[in-house]
């Protein structure tokens, strides 16, 4: 059984409206920690917990005759990671779990529930030291969002799915 701690580098394609095509790529930092009980000698289990700010990600909402800012706050997963022992120092892994979404439309707080999946790759460096690369899909419903803005109402369906490129060194306790 081990704890770890992983900050790390974080390629995020953020979330969009659906009237956009572009995919925005964002760097952050994302903060994960994670408890690891051993099934067998080639087999363990994460049961994590992972929080992704996203500082400085917006997008807009606008009609003809108005526009108001979109702000992704954060995002939160809770999940569990089988991990499979490949060789002696390298595993893989498969990510699922439930994820939560803040966004602030026009100063008001908004919550999106949905899911996260992911695969992942770790390699362990040193006895407590491990790099790993993961990549995670997060699903969110989708949500018709609307603020009033200028006297009038601007309402749009606002996707907040996205995918994320995760690379970095964890410590294991």
Not at 40 to 64: A, D, F, M, Y
Not at 106 to 120: E, K
């Amino acid at each position: 059984m081990t704890f770890s701690f992983d900050p790390f580098t974080q390629l995020f394609l953020d979330a969009r409206s659906r009237t956009e095509d572009a995919f925005v790529v964002e760097a952050g930092i994302n903060f994960n920690a994670a408890y690891q009980k051993n099934i067998s000698e080639n087999l363990s289990v994460l049961i994590g917990l992972e929080l992704s700010p996203h500082i400085g990600q917006k997008t807009s909402l606008t009609n003809l005759s108005a526009a108001t800012d979109i702000e992704r706050d954060y995002t939160v997963s809770a999940y569990l990671q089988p991990q499979l022992q490949i060789s002696k120092n390298s595993a893989i892994s498969f990510k699922t779990g439930l994820s939560r979404a803040k966004v602030d439309v026009n100063n008001q707080s908004v919550d999106y529930d949905g899911y996260v999946f992911g695969l992942g790759y770790r390699h362990q460096l040193k006895t407590n030291l491990f790099w790993f690369g993961e990549f995670n899909q997060y699903i969110f419903s989708d949500e018709n969002t609307s603020a009033m803005v200028g006297g009038g109402l601007l309402q749009q369906d606002l996707d907040l799915d996205s995918r994320s490129l995760n690379l970095g060194l964890g410590y294991q306790f």
